[in-house]
């Protein structure tokens, strides 16, 4: 207890000397967490496993917090290796050294802390935290993240009776190093066992709600390797915000979700008082996976009737056409007081075209995920640490070409150059029969397009460049392609990855380095005060 409380008071001042200005300057607030990091026993699937737990909670403890408010979490490993939380879809404005990924972050030691202090600038909507390194995110340590509106920002609709969060994913009986030594000796995973509603599987959970109101329902697809499609029985669901835009309110019936992904509904429980299935089940699999959990109205005169729901299982034009039925609400404001559709993407010319294709090869009698033929591997310094120091050998930029090649894949530490304000069409070209899910860090983009097939300079074409939504995580079909527009306003070192967990540790992801060569505050935070150092850093 000593130890940790003394690890506490260099923190103190500097949030002391924050909040001295905050009282003078009435900036933005901060909210403080402590968090535990432990195994512990846990039971999703009725098996014994090893869990990762956030004070003693699996999933962890969801974040509430309104736009810009300043997050301090003080971290505390108290497993046997070390351990990083990453933010998945908090932006970190002119902040990379707090994304939480091995590119940017040493690990935190076992039975060490660190203090991740980010603030959530102009932000709203839904996103999820998760442990980034080694292959944790099989054990749990994932959350929500939650940011509301301030409350001199108009909502484009009612307030709710409530706010439920739900995170959904794909999960193994086996415990997260078994999964591990599978992948570091070459080898596929095996198909999921299972599925998990809020780290529980079917008939484990239930949400309360009451009859004749509205409810928001954040929903992420948390999962290793799987798309899933989410619905409630006898309901209809109003999509109102995908990963902090606001959305034209479409109704659905049921909403597919990929890897990484997070979205907002308002559901209205206008039906015959009783129990109701929430169903989620496996995308594109040719065997079907399949959990529920139960909408329960709180003056219930009955339990669920009847089977659960079915739900689309292979069907890829059904989740194009959805997936393009997602626009922007251009009357709505975002976390700022201005209309969304103000910034008008479409009329900006691109400076730069990115074209990424995933690949499977096999390198050295192992299975390997590649980007434009890279397959990445670590380096033993982080990216954004050789680059503060100026440590050599670490990384070379242009280490990944910006086209396919066509070649043979092989391992490197990849990292791509880019240029602060710069305006870029990204395309992400899938030559493969199974659907993609990407991240890009620090960044949110516009999705133009997507089609199959083949992208050519003619798919520009077909771009939506007046109403389309901006997000941090996107999907390609199979033997298709996704072209973004993307606006490089946020300097430093940021992680592009697949969202399936196991390409991602496999090499299917690599680094964007945003350059300034103007140095300044005003561009990029200085390296934080009790930033860890490891690898050639440490000297």
Not at 16 to 45: A, C, K, Q, S
Not at 217 to 239: C, D, E, P, Y
Request: charged share 15%; net charge neutral; hydrophobic share 35%.
């Amino acid at each position: 207890m000593e130890k940790g409380w003394r690890s506490w008071l260099p923190l103190m001042a500097m949030v002391m000397m924050f909040l001295h200005v905050n009282f003078i300057h009435g900036e933005d607030p901060y909210r403080f967490y402590t968090w535990n990091i432990t195994y512990g026993d846990i039971y999703p699937l009725g098996v014994k496993q090893q869990g990762i737990l956030i004070n003693r909670q699996f999933p962890g403890p969801p974040i509430q917090c309104v736009t810009n408010d300043n997050l301090i979490i003080n971290v505390f490993n108290n497993l046997d290796e070390p351990f990083l939380i990453s933010w998945n879809g908090v932006e970190q404005r002119r902040n990379s050294w707090q994304d939480g990924v091995y590119g940017t972050n040493c690990p935190i030691p076992p039975g060490k802390n660190f203090t991740y202090v980010l603030q959530v600038k102009d932000q709203i909507g839904s996103f999820y935290y998760f442990p980034s390194l080694a292959f944790h995110k099989a054990a749990g340590g994932f959350g929500s993240i939650n940011i509301a509106s301030r409350s001199v920002i108009p909502v484009p609709f009612p307030p709710p009776a409530g706010e439920l969060s739900i995170l959904i994913g794909d999960w193994f009986k086996q415990n997260h190093s078994d999964l591990k030594a599978i992948l570091d000796g070459g080898h596929d995973l095996p198909f999921p066992d299972g599925l998990l509603i809020n780290g529980r599987g079917s008939n484990g959970y239930t949400f309360t709600v009451d009859q004749g109101k509205t409810y928001r329902f954040r929903i992420s697809n948390v999962g290793l390797t799987t798309a899933v499609n989410f619905r409630i029985q006898g309901h209809k669901m109003m999509v109102v915000e995908v990963e902090g835009t606001h959305t034209v309110q479409n109704t659905y019936d049921s909403l597919d979700i990929h890897l990484g992904q997070s979205y907002s509904v308002l559901l209205t429980a206008d039906q015959p008082a009783q129990d109701y299935y929430i169903v989620v089940s496996t995308r594109f699999t040719s065997q079907v996976l399949t959990a529920t959990s139960t909408l329960r109205y709180s003056n219930s005169a009955g339990s669920v009737t009847g089977p659960p729901p079915g739900g689309p299982t292979i069907e890829i034009d059904w989740s194009f056409n959805q997936a393009r039925s997602l626009r922007r609400n251009l009357s709505a404001s975002g976390p700022r007081p201005n209309p969304q559709g103000s910034y008008h993407y479409g009329l900006i010319n691109t400076t730069r075209t990115i074209r990424l294709a995933n690949s499977a090869p096999i390198i050295n009698g192992k299975q390997r995920y590649a980007i434009n033929s890279v397959s990445f591997i670590p380096a033993d310094t982080p990216l954004k640490l050789a680059d503060h120091f100026n440590i050599p050998g670490v990384f070379t930029l242009g280490s990944i070409p910006d086209s396919p090649t066509g070649s043979g894949a092989y391992l490197q530490t990849s990292v791509m150059a880019a240029d602060f304000r710069a305006y870029t069409e990204v395309i992400f070209e899938n030559l493969e029969a199974s659907v993609q899910s990407y991240h890009i860090d620090g960044h949110h983009f516009f999705v133009v397009g997507m089609g199959r097939g083949e992208w050519t300079p003619a798919s520009r074409l077909t771009y939506n460049l007046r109403d389309t939504i901006s997000r941090s995580t996107v999907q390609v079909y199979p033997k298709s392609w996704t072209a973004l527009y993307m606006p490089l306003d946020n300097v430093g070192m940021w992680n592009i990855r697949s969202q399936n967990w196991a390409r991602q540790y496999l090499g299917q992801q690599f680094y964007l380095r945003v350059y300034s060569p103007v140095n300044s505050w005003r561009d990029e935070n200085p390296i934080p005060s009790n930033a860890l150092l490891c690898g050639r850093a440490s000297s």
